[in-house]
């Protein structure tokens, strides 16, 4: 026992390649520390600190990408940093930064913890920061867990608020009770594999042809189509998308979910590859049904954090699809790539959209879209700037919407089977059916008069205002020359790190 | 391909783009100021088609000319590849004139709600789309221009617009956007299963034989409803009166000028030489379409009371012809067609042009609430006259040259649907079709009859002003003024001289027509 012990050798440390999770560790260590010494009334550096971390944390990211060559694999394969891996990272930790940004004046004006809060944030974007590299049912697990707890404590911040408490107590049950099923359809693949590595147990599952297989599958499909909110996982959504404070939801919305795909990826593509007969039905069902379900309840709401959380289970339903023909033909590649593509226009376009919430709604103390009347005539900027986003989520070019969707809709067409061709006339039909809501918007903010005759201008927070610009160029710039994100997710690295 | 100047292209279309960007730090209070940049911004663009139209050598009209590839999208093998031939530059130019023409009239005419700095950036928004959507060769790019005009337009009819404007521009919207999602899809499979090297218009067409027989036809079934919404064709075509007669004035001629075109310029130049084995089945389809709209076009004419929607009704007749002409496979059809489509955009432009004016002067367009515009207006009326002439088809005018052929076209149209026993079908069509331009006689001239002639009606003899604001004491009913003489006569002179010597622009465009569909 003690010999064994003492064999014990530690394995060899990339310390670069784990470079953004220690920085973000110390990071949250020290708004920690901060947030006891420093008076009440400067409690606001911690927000800052909070930015200045996540913006720190992406320095070895960026370092790490611009390096390139080899894929960095730790702890046996593991835990692994390929582009995949990095290009989520820095979607994470951007995304992140753009809440901090959000966040600073509506904490600061609602008198809430500021240093908890942020602790909070940093500690789940550590988690999604894992869970990109997680190769391992442990790690998967672990950073799941570690990211969404958190999340369900922000969700419940406005703690005077019932519908912010509501919006926690959903979100936390449906959670534990996802992570459960989950967790339970791990253990069967783990029974069945005799290992948590996520390459070993694709080897032993082969095509899935045993019922534990195929339940274990399933189940840990189920589990992550919780936390992705996909139909018909998503009642717990649209309730804490309203209740949650607005960037607390922008944060969910984007980042939480994107992380949630991030471990489902993982999960397809390396736990599972081969079981394509069993997947690959299971998803297309979950895709259609997502986008088509989201859409025909956004079509009917009132508010717009509402509409947007529909809006966005249905874009959810957008990124299932090219994995209902994972597997099939040469599709593998061109659907992983549109995952990844997918998420990362996705970020930037809604972000952006909740930023202009937050900045109009600060003015209108309102969330029903009927409020948003006339916005282009005493704020046209933001009127432009939400525009942008609509246009974009609603898959009009130039704007980064349109490549994203463009990149599903080649992905199963080129899968070449009628499953794939069907669902590409559903979510063609879909995307119609989605530009309605989104320019109910619009019409209100360029055709409608502003309902108290409201002229003058709205003013804007600074860091909302950088928040807006950023997503902004970031959706533009993607709609435009998409192949600066496009290279991420390329399947050649992926599968290299995939395959190992 | 001729690689000469390959910055010209780039230049005469982004141009307007830098316009928007000086634009938008003009504050919104100084109309002139942004007026004035945004007319030298399409002056200054239309200089740079002009000095294309120099530099374009016509003895080799058929190629494309300051062809330009870059790499673009490369994970997907998309790619800036822009060039010009003979087919493109007549609509290339139309475009630059019509943006320019329409901006000049804006100068006095900045319809309700005001605020010219947005109206005029929306219209450099549209000219960058329109002027892409023509030089474009390949089709992902040529994908993302025909979207750029989408939200510029809406927001035109829909602000801008009149009383039910915002039923019109969701009805505009989202009929485009149908049209264009499953066009989008029928790219990406007819990329897919043609196995292309790229999405160049050149690797695809080279490619297009790859793909099998039924996968053909459901793709060419995709990008037909794509291109005929925007047409629009017989049964797609119900978005259009209602957009038409809501859009302001500068809206319809747009549309009608241009944003139409770039339905039919998308049949000539992607799904029929792509696709030729899938166009020679659904042309007989095209064809019954392109005849029924015709006549129910006309029908729908002598049908209305409102001028401007009997003017957009025209359109849908108009159209027809053209693609009658499309439906050929003829190069004389074709040739028609692309003449077609630059004189509608011509004579419709101009009668959407007076509409507008009658509009502003008479505050109704009912037509039997007007009359004697001869007599109190003789030179709007006159004007309004020789449109509807020229509209009508009138040989010596540009009108006839669109028409004419493609109703001679069609008695004679491509061998193999002749061999596919389809030639006793097109026979039909011939008439049908000729029997429309009778009609287009008809509710043109009673249109004409029932505005112009007679005696003023006396509800406006008087006139010395209605209490809506607009008369401030002296008659709103004048004749054309300067700024409505300058942005019209240069469409004026267009529609004589492309109807004197058709020549001049069959030259340019039958060897582009013949090289693509004389094989």
Redesign the interface.
């Known amino acids: 026992m003690l010999a064994s012990l003492l064999a014990f050798a530690r394995p060899d440390v990339d310390y670069h390649a784990l470079a953004p999770e220690i920085v973000l560790a110390a990071g949250l260590c020290l708004v920690l520390l901060l947030d006891l010494f420093v008076p009440d009334h400067r409690r606001w550096i911690t927000g800052t600190v909070a930015g200045f971390v996540l913006l720190g944390a992406f320095i070895p990211v960026a370092t790490l990408a611009v390096i390139g060559g080899d894929v960095r694999s730790l702890f046996d394969g593991r835990y692994v940093i390929d582009e995949f891996a990095l290009a989520l990272k820095g979607l994470f930790l951007l995304a992140g930064y753009v809440v901090v940004l959000l966040s600073s004046n509506e904490m600061e004006e609602g008198g809430y913890h500021q240093g908890e809060y942020y602790v909070l944030l940093l500690t789940s974007v550590l988690g999604m920061v894992m869970m990109a590299s997680s190769r391992d049912l442990i790690s998967v697990f672990v950073a799941l867990e570690f990211l969404s707890i958190p999340a369900y404590m922000m969700a419940a911040w406005r703690k005077r608020d019932t519908k912010s408490n509501e919006a926690g107590v959903k979100y936390y049950l449906l959670g534990v009770f996802a992570s459960a099923v989950l967790l339970y359809g791990m253990s069967l693949l783990f029974g069945l594999a005799k290992s948590t590595k996520l390459s070993e147990i694709g080897a032993a599952i082969g095509d899935g042809s045993k019922a534990a297989a195929v339940l274990g599958i399933v189940f840990v499909i189920v589990g992550f189509a919780f936390k992705v909110s996909a139909v018909p996982f998503h009642t717990w959504a649209p309730d804490t998308y309203q209740g949650a404070p607005t960037p607390v939801t922008a944060f969910l919305s984007v980042a939480s979910k994107a992380a949630g795909f991030t471990g489902l990826v993982a999960m397809v593509y390396l736990a599972f590859p081969m079981a394509k007969d069993v997947y690959q039905p299971f998803m297309w069902v979950l895709a259609a049904l997502t986008m088509t379900v989201g859409n025909l309840l956004a079509l009917k709401q009132t508010n717009i954090v509402r509409m947007l959380a529909y809006s966005s289970v249905s874009q959810g339903g957008f990124i299932l699809m090219p994995l209902a023909v994972a597997g099939t033909g040469d599709a593998a590649g061109p659907a992983l790539?549109a995952v990844v593509v997918y998420l990362l226009i996705y970020a930037a376009t809604n972000l952006g959209a909740f930023a202009v919430i937050i900045a109009v709604s600060r003015t209108t103390r309102s969330g029903e879209i009927s409020s948003w009347g006339g916005l282009?005539n005493y704020a046209?900027g933001l009127a432009v700037m939400m525009?942008i986003f609509l246009?974009s989520l609603?898959g009009?070019?130039?704007l980064g919407g349109?490549?994203a969707k463009?990149?599903a809709?080649?992905a199963v067409?080129?899968a070449?089977s009628g499953w794939g061709?069907t669902i590409?006339?559903i979510g063609?039909?879909n995307?119609?059916v989605a530009?309605?809501y989104y320019?109910t918007v619009?019409?209100e903010m360029?055709?409608k008069p502003a309902p108290d005759g409201r002229v003058s201008a709205v003013k804007v927070p600074s860091p909302v205002v950088v928040a807006i610009a950023l997503c902004g160029i970031g959706t533009l710039l993607m709609g435009v020359?998409?192949?600066s994100v496009?290279?991420f997710g390329?399947l050649a690295d992926l599968t290299h790190a995939f395959g190992g | 391909m001729i690689q000469e100047q390959q910055w010209l292209l780039s230049l005469g279309t982004f141009l307007p783009l830098a316009g928007v960007l000086v634009m938008l730090f003009i504050p919104r209070k100084n109309e002139v100021l942004a007026k004035e940049v945004g007319i030298v911004t399409a002056a200054a663009t239309l200089l740079v088609g002009i000095y294309t139209l120099t530099q374009f050598d016509y003895g080799q009209a058929e190629k494309l000319q300051f062809f330009t590839t870059n790499e673009w999208i490369k994970p997907i093998n998309a790619t800036f590849t822009i060039g010009l031939d003979g087919i493109s530059l007549p609509l290339y130019i139309l475009s630059m004139v019509i943006t320019l023409l329409v901006m000049v009239y804006s100068w006095d005419h900045i319809p309700e709600p005001g605020n010219a700095k947005a109206f005029f950036i929306l219209m450099l928004v549209l000219q960058t789309g329109m002027a892409g959507t023509f030089i474009a060769q390949d089709l992902i790019l040529f994908f993302v221009f025909f979207e750029v005009v989408l939200l510029p337009m809406y927001f035109m009819i829909g602000v801008w617009g009149g009383e039910n404007r915002q039923y019109a521009s969701l009805k505009f919207f989202l009929y485009t956007m149908f049209g264009s999602a499953l066009m989008l899809v029928a790219f990406i499979a007819l990329y897919i299963t043609s196995k292309s090297a790229s999405f160049a218009f050149a690797d695809l067409t080279a490619a297009g034989a790859n793909v099998g027989r039924t996968a053909a036809m459901w793709i060419f079934a995709g990008m037909f409803i794509g291109f005929a919404v925007k047409v629009p064709m017989f049964p797609f075509h119900t978005w259009l009166p209602d957009a038409h007669t809501q859009a302001p004035t500068q809206g319809s001629v747009i549309l009608a000028a241009i944003l139409l075109k770039l339905g039919t310029y998308g049949f000539v130049r992607i799904a029929l030489p792509m696709l030729p084995q899938a166009a020679k089945s659904w042309a007989p389809v095209i064809g019954v379409l392109a005849v029924i709209g015709i006549i129910y076009g006309a029908l729908g004419c002598l049908a209305q009371t409102d001028m401007k929607r009997l003017i957009a009704f025209s359109s849908v007749a108009h159209m027809g012809f053209v693609m009658l002409g499309i439906s050929t496979l003829t190069p004389l059809g074709i040739n028609a067609a692309m003449f077609g489509m630059v004189a509608h955009g011509l004579i419709t432009g101009m009668l959407f042009f007076i509409a507008g004016s009658v509009k502003e002067r008479y505050h109704t367009l009912e037509i039997k609430r007007l009359s004697g515009m001869l007599i109190q207006m003789p030179r709007l009326g006159w004007i309004l006259g020789f449109c509807a002439m020229a509209s009508l088809g009138l040989p010596g005018l540009a009108g006839f040259w669109g028409e004419f052929p493609a109703i001679i076209s069609s008695w004679n149209p491509a061998e193999v649907l002749v061999a596919n026993g389809h030639e006793g079908l097109y026979r039909g069509l011939t008439i049908v079709a000729a029997l429309g331009t009778v009609l287009a006689a008809a509710y043109l001239l009673w249109l004409y009859q029932r505005t112009s002639f007679g005696t003023p009606n006396p509800e406006f003899a008087g006139d010395h002003g209605h209490g809506d604001g607009h008369g401030d004491g002296h008659s709103d009913i004048h004749d054309v003024g300067i700024y409505e003489w300058i942005a019209w006569t240069p469409l004026l002179i267009a529609i004589v001289v492309f109807g004197v010597y058709p020549q001049l622009m069959f030259k340019v465009m039958d060897p582009a027509v013949t090289h693509l569909f004389g094989k």
Request: zero cysteines; a positive charge; hydrophobic letters at 55%.
């Open positions: 790539k282009f046209p525009t246009a609603a009009i070019p130039p349109w490549y463009f990149g809709f080649r067409v080129d070449g061709y590409a006339v063609a039909i995307a119609v530009t309605a320019i619009m019409r360029w055709m020359l998409p192949g496009a290279r390329d």
